[in-house]
């Protein structure tokens, strides 16, 4: 038996449409309905998740083009913290490290978890990447 629902439910539908119709040509059409049915509820489902899809959209143009820094300006401000955490831990704090220690002042900075910021930063650009190939290849 399969774990998804619906075909789990299409399985014990045929097996209940064998029992009750032994003719197989009913049995055979009555299958096709079961199908049609379950067709019908997935373009039900792809339509509803792309009408959500369709919404989300709407509410980043809106909240974009929002004239308040609290409602427009919370991704920039989510892009450029990660983008500062990032040249700090990888670029600004070896060159200090260095400097200071050619000086002949070594120092400690702190070392800070990159590990849940590189999820934000790595999937705003790579969101940002599909972007730039959609308007090199001229879809947007």
């Not at 308040?68 to 070896?94: D, H």
Request: proline share 5%.
């Amino acid at each position: 038996m399969a774990f998804d629902p619906t075909t789990a439910l299409l399985d014990i539908g045929s097996k209940v449409i064998d029992r009750l119709w032994p003719d197989p040509t009913q049995a055979a059409a009555a299958k096709i309905e079961l199908l049609k049915m379950q067709q019908t509820g997935e373009l039900a489902q792809l339509a509803a998740n792309t009408d959500l899809a369709k919404g989300q959209l709407d509410v980043n143009k809106a909240e974009a083009g929002n004239g308040s820094l609290f409602t427009s300006g919370w991704r920039p401000f989510v892009g450029w913290t990660c983008g500062a955490a990032f040249a700090y831990k990888f670029v600004l704090a070896p060159f200090i490290v260095l400097g200071l220690t050619a000086a002949g002042h070594p120092i400690s900075l702190p070392v800070l978890d990159f590990t849940e910021m590189s999820t934000i930063l790595l999937g705003m650009l790579g969101l940002g990447g599909m972007r730039t190939v959609e308007k090199i290849k001229g879809v947007a």
